[in-house]
């Protein structure tokens, strides 16, 4: 068995909507390393289902993989923003993996949280963090789940920053005429000339 994280953006789909539909194709991916981390997937293995473009990010819940080598619709149609012109029906360029919803966790596990703990230090999500598929080791997973089980300490409250001071500026003589009155004869000269 092997253990994954990967990500979605809960208002594109949520852990809420697979919990409603069950079962749903993970498509949509368009990075040829995501791709091929989907193409080494087994059904039973187990996913870490990560909340991303959101604030704050992070593990909302798990899944399943319940089937591999799921041709990716979306690549074919025209409307669809993960459409791609050069793959062919009888080539796809694009697959994916059908994800079964597990569960919800009883805490998000936020990306905050993740950084946090030493023990999660090496996972790939905090060197590669644009990836949208990619493994994770047991451990990495167990205690991702066990701080899923953990409320979360309470955020520190931020001070409030106070505005930087406006640097002084330097006293800047301004350069004006002098009236006819106080000029001197010599001034007087230079401008007649």
């Excluded at 990500?7 to 368009?30: H, M, N, Q």
């Excluded at 979306?74 to 694009?94: C, G, I, L, M, N």
């Excluded at 644009?130 to 955020?155: C, H």
């Amino acid at each position: 068995m092997q253990y994954w994280l990967m990500k979605t953006e809960p208002d594109a789909f949520s852990i809420s909507d697979l919990e409603r539909v069950g079962v749903e194709p993970w498509s949509g991916v368009r990075n040829k390393m995501a791709r091929n981390f989907m193409r080494k997937m087994q059904i039973g293995d187990r996913v870490l289902f990560y909340h991303s473009s959101t604030e704050p990010p992070g593990v909302a819940g798990l899944a399943d993989v319940e089937r591999t080598g799921v041709v990716d619709e979306t690549q074919f149609d025209p409307a669809s923003p993960y459409f791609d012109p050069t793959s062919k029906r009888e080539s796809p360029v694009w697959d994916c993996v059908d994800v079964r919803y597990v569960s919800k966790l009883p805490h998000y596990v936020s990306l905050a949280r993740i950084r946090a703990d030493a023990a999660l230090a090496d996972m790939m999500l905090l060197k590669w963090s644009r990836l949208s598929v990619m493994p994770v080791t047991d451990a990495q997973y167990q205690r991702i789940v066990a701080l899923g089980d953990i409320e979360p300490p309470p955020e520190p409250v931020k001070p409030k920053r106070k505005p930087k001071p406006k640097p002084r500026r330097k006293a800047v003589r301004k350069k004006t005429k002098r009236s006819r009155a106080t000029r001197s004869p010599r001034d007087a000269s230079v401008a007649a000339r």
